[in-house]
């Protein structure tokens, strides 16, 4: 398998199932920091009517997303705090809500911990069994997934998201673009994809 870090802002041209898979969701991750760094707490709470979305409660969104896709489903692991904590059935969007408490700073770390954490507990189950490896985790309609089809639901994911921080961010400074100039560097952002679990 080629390294991660080597496929970090963009999948290969031409390259195996797994690279350009990992390469897709590198690509997504690093465009969701381009649109969502450098703004101020006031700034992340910014609002696009209709939609009561911000930028703040997308990145603890994401945050909370790879925690429940690779930690708890994938890894079948605790899903960590600040997620154990929370009576999800009383607070449904608790990760929306309790943004506009957070500083960005806090917001972000806490992506980069979570991605950190995803990016692992990937790793480790492509050593053991690749893309068909298996959840630890069965829906409710008695289906688990692979480790593929998990990666192509955080792509999505990712995706989606991506284009609701295009459209907030150009509101708030007029950033526009595609993808993140060559430039860019996440910021604090650890470049261990192999191995780094926390």
């Known amino acids: 398998m080629t390294d991660i870090a080597a496929i970090l802002q963009e999948p290969p041209i031409a390259g195996s199932e797994l690279d350009t898979m990992l ?3 590198e690509r997504q991750r690093r465009t969701f920091a381009w649109k969502c760094t450098g703004l101020s707490h006031q700034q992340l709470g910014a609002v696009l009517a209709p939609s009561a979305i911000t930028i703040g409660g997308l990145i603890k969104h994401v945050a909370l997303i790879e925690a429940a896709y690779f930690s708890q ?3 079948g692991g605790d899903i960590g705090a600040p997620w154990n904590g929370v009576d999800w059935d009383a607070d449904p969007d608790w990760e929306w809500r309790t943004a506009a408490d957070d500083s960005s700073e806090e917001l972000m770390e806490l992506w980069r911990h979570e991605v950190r954490r995803s990016r692992g507990t990937v790793a480790q189950a492509i050593g053991k069994g690749g893309l068909d490896t298996l959840a630890q985790w ?3 309609e008695g289906a688990t997934p692979s480790l593929r089809r998990l990666i192509v639901d955080i792509i999505e ?3 989606r998201h991506t284009g ?3 459209l907030i961010r150009e509101s708030i400074d007029g950033l526009v673009g595609e993808d993140p100039p060559q430039s860019f560097s996440e910021p604090s952002s650890n ?3 192999g191995g780094a679990n926390g």
């Open 73 to 75: 489903r994938l890894a």
């Open 191 to 193: 470049t261990d994809l």
């Open 157 to 159: 994911e990712y995706a």
């Open 164 to 166: 609701h921080a295009d």
């Open 138 to 140: 069965t829906s409710p």
């Open 23 to 25: 390469g897709s969701l």
